[in-house]
């Protein structure tokens, strides 16, 4: 990873100090970790806290403190594969790609499909 210039970022054990007049500097996403890492940290992250099989990366978004990431999830595996249930979970990450939160977005029958592309 590459190295980190500017200030440390401040998390719950310290907040902004007084001596830095409360504000951080603006940031540049050059000195985070990029697009694909994220995507890679998210699906990783995800097994561990599911112990769950990940099925792919649905989306990856900078967001203003790091990097959103979709993640989709199979919750129940069945025989023929076409009933599994998966699931679709967003991940919250801050600029290094700390765990900030998580969260379930929906459950589905695997080739569902998803309901905002079906024609009208």
């Known amino acids: 990873m590459p190295a980190r210039q500017g200030t440390e970022r401040k998390h719950a054990s310290g907040g902004k100090g007084a001596d ?11 000195a985070d970790i990029p697009a694909a890492a994220a995507a890679d940290m998210g699906l990783r992250m995800m097994s561990e806290l599911t112990g769950k099989d990940t099925e792919s990366v649905t989306r990856v978004e900078p967001s203003d403190d790091g990097w ?13 594969s076409s009933g599994d249930t998966l699931a679709l979970y967003e ?12 969260r379930r977005v929906r459950r589905y029958k695997r080739g ?9």
């Not at 830095?20 to 050059?30: A, F, K, Y």
């Not at 990450?93 to 998580?102: K, R, V």
Request: aromatic share 2%.
């Open 112 to 120: 569902s499909g998803d309901p905002a592309e079906s024609p009208r």
């Open 91 to 102: 991940i919250d990450l801050d600029m290094e790609g700390e765990l900030l939160s998580y």
């Open 68 to 80: 959103l990431v979709g993640v989709e999830i199979v919750e129940d595996r069945r025989i023929p």
């Open 20 to 30: 830095d007049g409360g504000e951080e500097p603006p940031r540049t996403r050059s």
